[in-house]
């Protein structure tokens, strides 16, 4: 289970994440669609730990039964596909 509280992310110049409240539970499968900017992979980084300096709460909750040791890297995938939607 992953579970996303009030989550912000600040750059020097722009807010990247404001607020952001999001469930998922376990063996859900779910996708982040926006357009540029909208802080999708400002989100994943988070998850992934490739980013800090964060006010709100992140909980990842990892169940395995054969494993001692779990990187979270092998369980969030990003797949970056640029101008696949059209423009609203």
């Given at each position: 289970?992953?579970?996303?509280?009030?989550?912000?992310?600040?750059?020097?110049?722009?807010?990247?994440?404001?607020?952001?409240?999001?469930?998922?539970?376990?063996?859900?499968?779910?996708?982040?669609l926006?357009?540029?900017?909208?802080?999708?992979?400002?989100?994943?980084?988070?998850?992934?730990?490739?980013?800090?300096?964060?006010?709100?709460?992140?909980?990842?909750?990892?169940?395995?039964?054969?494993?001692?040791?779990?990187?979270?890297?092998?369980?969030?995938f990003?797949?970056?596909?640029?101008?696949?939607?059209?423009n609203?």
């Amino acid at each position: 289970m992953i579970s996303i509280k009030n989550i912000t992310k600040k750059f020097p110049s722009v807010t990247a994440l404001d607020n952001v409240t999001l469930e998922i539970k376990e063996r859900e499968f779910f996708g982040l669609l926006g357009p540029n900017g909208a802080g999708k992979s400002t989100l994943i980084n988070l998850l992934a730990g490739y980013l800090d300096s964060v006010s709100g709460e992140l909980l990842i909750l990892i169940h395995s039964f054969n494993s001692v040791f779990i990187n979270i890297n092998e369980l969030i995938f990003f797949i970056h596909i640029k101008n696949i939607l059209p423009n609203f």
